[in-house]
């Protein structure tokens, strides 16, 4: 079946410019997750959405950064006013289960580089 | 809090020799550990998991994964390494409770050389 899907794979903006990532997870999978991986980083946890509950955004670095899930489903990540240090791959995630032993399935990322 | 530690960055290993990508966690309570590989210009797959049970957990590939209790550790091992091995892996752990579920290692890359 279809994995997590995310566009664009690759992301080329100037610095100042607002960009939206999108996700498209696994059908059926309450869990959506977003992290980012900069060069030689492991990953960074951003933000998570589960089912219909308040999201946990404790991991966005700054209110530059926002997401949304609409109706469950589709996610979009919002970074407005770009600056170089957001340069990163963007890893979206979901996964079936609610409990911590519920493997993730990860998109294969949306590269984002800000000149 | 919750921590995972790999503590090396990089492991080479000729082919047909045995593997092992160390991983030791830091987490209150029972431990929900994972392991998940990463291609070049992919995303994570997942490899194996331990939740709870037997201590040796056998995964894709041919990977395993020995949990310690008592040393915090759940390294990755592989009896016989492919150069097709060859990529990023990363460790990961969790706990009851926690909404945020994961929280990764900074990864290990791993080079079989034919």
């Known amino acids: 079946g279809a994995g997590v899907s995310q566009s664009p794979s690759n992301k080329v903006t100037e610095k100042g410019k607002d960009v939206e990532l999108r996700c498209d997870p696994i059908s059926g999978h309450t869990a959506l997750y977003w992290y980012r991986q900069s060069l030689g980083q492991g990953l960074e946890f951003l933000i998570y959405?589960?089912?219909?509950?308040?999201?946990?955004k404790s991991g966005l670095p700054s209110d530059r950064f926002s997401a949304e899930r609409t109706g469950g489903s589709v996610s979009t990540l919002t970074i407005q006013r770009t600056q170089q240090e957001d340069s990163a791959v963007y890893l979206c995630?979901?996964?079936?289960?609610?409990?911590?032993?519920?493997?993730?399935?990860f998109g294969n990322g949306t590269r984002l580089t800000v000149t | 809090a919750q921590s995972v530690a790999q503590p090396e960055d990089q492991v080479n290993v000729a082919e047909g020799n045995p593997l092992t990508v160390k991983c030791t966690y830091s987490?209150?309570?029972?431990?929900?550990l994972f392991w998940y590989v990463q291609y070049p210009n992919r995303g994570l797959q997942f490899l194996l998991k331990?939740?709870?049970?037997?201590?040796l957990v056998k995964g894709s590939y041919g990977f395993e994964a020995e949990f310690n209790k008592s040393q915090t550790s759940f390294h990755l091992k592989k009896p016989s390494a492919l150069v097709s091995d060859s990529a990023l892996y990363f460790c990961?752990?969790?706990?009851?409770?926690?909404?945020?579920?994961?929280?990764f290692g900074s990864g290990t890359q791993l080079t079989v050389l034919p």
């Open positions: 959405f589960q089912g219909n509950s308040a999201p946990d």
């Open positions: 331990y939740i709870t049970g037997d201590n």
């Open positions: 995630a979901s996964s079936s289960g609610t409990g911590p032993g519920s493997p993730l399935h």
């Open positions: 987490v209150s309570g029972n431990p929900y």
């Open positions: 990961a752990v969790s706990r009851l409770g926690s909404a945020r579920q994961l929280t």
